[in-house]
């Protein structure tokens, strides 16, 4: 197999600072890690390294929820007012846990407030998400929703009489016997850490630290691949840990990974469908990616085959280190077949541009959407402050059709290339969907 030697080749090919892997294969664990953790400071990376795992944690507040559901603490199919009374959006529309779950509720989903750190911050945070704008009705499509799952972490810190990060350690870190974990600052400078890099340079991004508010949906976690592996473990044998302890039931286990929605869209690293937490893949595995600023997590779990394999980075170019190998791993250990990610078609089919021009304006970015005269579509995006801060600068992608009302980028970054899929509504589209359904300003 030779792990190590792969990774290194892959991550000196993407520019990638630092990176770690876990794989678990015919009943044994593998790993490796090569470069830095902090290119200021030279630390080497060691398969004991900590990464931000980003929106991977929102398969643990999954977990966490359905502990409750277990317990009959809640109902998937009940408002989120039945729990916490003060949830509220603009129009005062009802939205369920299940939608939550599964990213169907609706509403604004990059709302990044900082409302400090204290334990009450989740409580904050639902003040300041009163009122938040609808992007479509509940239930009528998917839309990535990261303030959908801070609200399912104030879910279970009320019921739970406790804050979220205590919720996690008692209720999956300790039953699954997770010891490489840091949730808030103070802990993970225990750890040999990863900072995230930016940038051509890659240069360490100074503020690792991001808001506690958003830890249910991915802001504080961080994690070695091989707890990742662990957690994926218990998914694979029903829901107990190694010990043998009953983290979830098999019911439950398999309710998770039964699709509740489709993803708008051509195939590719995002997942076809979605379950509840889980992203669906029809080629065979279920998982979660994530990204925080600079660092990014693949996971995939295998069922078939029982592999499991959970990849982070600090830097770079991660969708190489996809691309090069974590998905020739897969095929190497699975023997699945795994779908090609899309290309631009040598001969793009001329289609009528006029219905998917326009402006399409979300909570962190506007895009703007032309024509060209070659028959292809201009994307220009015009990050907010959010993504500024996050390294993203104004640029144009020139797309062209693929199938459907869907465009892919002539251009790859690090192998991979974009996609994005109209939603239409009266032979107009209404969406721009890149994973989120960016409504037409």
């Known amino acids: 197999m030779k792990l190590t030697e792969r990774l290194a080749e892959a991550a000196r090919a993407h520019g990638v600072p630092g990176a770690a892997i876990a794989l678990y294969v015919d009943g044994e664990l593998h790993e490796a890690a090569t470069g830095v953790v902090n290119r200021d400071t030279g630390v080497e990376t060691t398969t004991d390294s900590l990464f931000q795992v980003g929106s991977t944690t929102k398969v643990w507040t999954a977990a966490l929820v359905m502990q409750l559901v277990e317990e009959g603490l809640v109902e998937l199919d009940r ?76 879910i279970v810190a009320r019921l739970r009489g406790t804050t979220w990060e205590q919720a996690v350690r008692d209720h999956l870190y300790a039953p699954l016997g997770v010891t490489h974990a840091a949730l808030l600052g103070e802990e993970a400078v225990l750890f040999r850490t990863a900072v995230g890099h930016l940038g051509p340079d890659r240069t360490v991004h100074r503020q690792w630290q991001m808001p506690r508010s958003n830890a249910p949906a991915g802001s504080t976690m961080c994690l070695t691949p091989r707890e990742l592996v662990r957690f994926g473990r218990m998914f694979l044998a029903g829901g107990l840990s190694e010990s043998g302890d009953r983290v979830l039931s098999e019911e439950t286990v398999a309710a998770m990974r039964e699709q509740q929605v489709s993803v708008p869209g051509v195939s590719g690293l995002l997942g076809s469908g979605w379950g509840l937490g889980f992203e669906l ?53 699975t023997g699945l077949d795994l779908p090609d990610l899309p290309v631009p078609p040598e001969s793009p089919q001329t289609v ?20 060209t005269p070659d028959g292809g579509l201009a994307i220009t995006l015009v990050p907010g402050e959010l993504m500024q801060d996050m390294g993203a600068t104004r640029s144009t992608t020139t797309y062209v059709h693929h199938s459907g009302d869907s465009f892919v980028a002539v251009e790859a970054e690090d192998g991979v290339h974009d996609s994005v899929t109209f939603v239409m509504r009266d032979g107009v589209a209404a969406y721009l969907h890149n994973s989120r359904a960016v409504p037409r300003a």
Request: hydrophobic share 40%; with cysteine; proline share 5%.
């Open 281 to 333: 893949f029809d080629w065979g595995a279920y998982g979660h990616d994530g990204g925080t600023v600079g660092q990014s997590t693949f996971w995939r779990i295998m069922p078939e085959s029982g592999v499991v394999l959970a990849m982070s980075a600090n830097g770079g170019g991660f969708a190489g280190l996809i691309t090069d190998l974590a998905l020739p791993l897969i095929r190497e250990t």
């Open 79 to 154: 408002p989120v007012t039945d729990y916490l009374p003060e949830f509220a959006v603009a129009d005062g529309a009802v939205v369920t846990v299940r939608q939550l779950l599964s990213h169907t509720g609706g509403f604004d989903g990059d709302l990044f407030e900082d409302t400090g750190r204290g334990d009450d911050c989740l409580d904050q945070y639902m003040g300041y998400l009163r009122g938040a704008g609808h992007v479509h009705a509940p239930g009528a499509m998917f839309s990535y929703c990261n303030a959908g799952y801070c609200v399912l972490g104030a």
């Open 352 to 371: 009528d541009l006029a219905p998917y021009t326009g402006v399409y304006e979300g909570p962190t970015a506007v895009w703007e959407v032309e024509g």
